[in-house]
C-alpha cells in the first residue's frame, strides 16, 4: 500500500442554497511515511479535511480512501471499527478520561479491539518509554502537565499501530515548553516512518515536523509544497 490517504473529487459542502462548498473539490494523495502539515486560516477546511479522513464527517461528493479502504460510504458502525484498527487521533484537548491511570487510557483502545490484557499492557509500556512518561503510568491525567497529557493521548493514538496518525492543532493549549516536546515526539514519529497529518496554525511546528505542507484557502489547496531535506 503506498497511499495512505487518497481524496478524489471529494467536496464538502452545508446546505445554504448556492453557497460555494467549505472544501473541495479537490484531489489529494498523501504516502506513507509522508507527514503532512495542513495549513490556513480559520475557517479554510482544515479541520473539515481531517474530520472527512477520519471518517468522522462524510464528504458531499468524492470518494475518500484510507488505508486501502474506501470510508465514504461505510456505516457508522463500520467507521468505528475501522477508526479503532487504522487511525489515531490526537486533538488541541487531549480527550483523556480522568478516572483512568494513564496506563488504563494508552491501553483501552487496545482493549476495544481485542487486544488481550497482557499485550495491550506492553505495548503501552513501550509507548510511555518511548514519550518518557512511564513515570506517570499509574498518575491520573488530571495531575499532569500539559505537555505530558498531549504525549499520552498520542501513546492512546498509536497503541494500535495505525496506518495513520492525526493531529489537530497539537500544540494549541500548551505553553512553549509543552509545545516543543510534542514538537520533538511529532518529528521523532515521522523519522520512524509514522504516516501523520497535522493541522496547525503554528508555522514553525509544520516546518520542523513535516516533509509536506498544503496551505487551504477558503476550502481551496493554494500551495503544495515537500521540504528541501527529510530530517
Ligand atoms: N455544521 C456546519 N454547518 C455549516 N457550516 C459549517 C459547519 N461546520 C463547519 N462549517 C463551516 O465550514 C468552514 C470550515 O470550517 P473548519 O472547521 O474546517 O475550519 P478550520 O480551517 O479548521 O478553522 P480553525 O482554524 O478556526 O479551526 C467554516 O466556514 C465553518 O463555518
Ligand atoms: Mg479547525
Do not use: W
Amino acid at each position: 500500500m503506498h497511499q495512505v490517504i487518497e481524496l478524489k473529487g471529494v467536496a464538502k459542502r452545508y446546505d445554504s442554497a448556492g453557497a460555494a462548498p467549505v472544501l473541495g473539490p479537490l484531489t489529494l494523495r498523501v504516502a506513507k511515511g509522508e507527514a503532512l502539515a495542513v495549513t490556513g486560516p480559520s475557517g479554510s477546511g482544515k479541520s473539515t479535511l481531517l474530520n472527512l479522513v477520519a471518517g468522522l464527517d462524510k464528504p458531499t461528493e468524492g470518494a475518500v480512501t484510507v488505508a486501502g479502504r474506501r470510508i465514504d460510504q461505510l456505516s457508522e458502525h463500520a467507521l468505528a471499527k475501522f477508526r479503532r484498527e487504522h487511525i489515531g487521533m490526537a486533538f488541541q484537548f487531549f480527550n483523556l478520561l480522568d478516572d483512568l491511570t494513564v496506563t488504563d487510557n494508552i491501553q483501552l483502545p487496545a482493549q476495544l479491539t481485542g487486544t488481550s490484557r497482557r499485550k495491550a499492557a506492553a505495548r503501552a509500556g513501550e509507548l510511555m518509554e518511548m514519550l518518557g512518561i512511564q513515570k506517570h503510568a499509574r498518575a491520573y491525567p488530571g495531575r499532569l502537565s500539559g505537555g505530558e497529557r498531549q504525549r499520552v493521548a498520542v501513546a492512546r493514538a498509536l497503541v494500535n499501530r495505525p496506518a495513520l496518525l492525526l493531529a489537530d492543532e497539537p500544540t494549541g493549549a500548551l505553553d512553549t515548553v509543552s509545545g516543543h516536546d510534542v514538537r520533538n515526539l511529532l518529528m521523532e514519529l515521522h523519522r520512524a516512518g509514522q504516516t501523520i497529518v497535522l493541522v496547525t496554525h503554528d508555522l514553525s511546528l509544520a516546518e520542523a515536523c513535516a516533509s509536506r505542507s498544503i496551505h487551504l484557502v477558503d476550502g481551496h489547496v493554494a500551495l503544495d509544497s515537500y521540504a528541501q531535506a527529510v530530517r
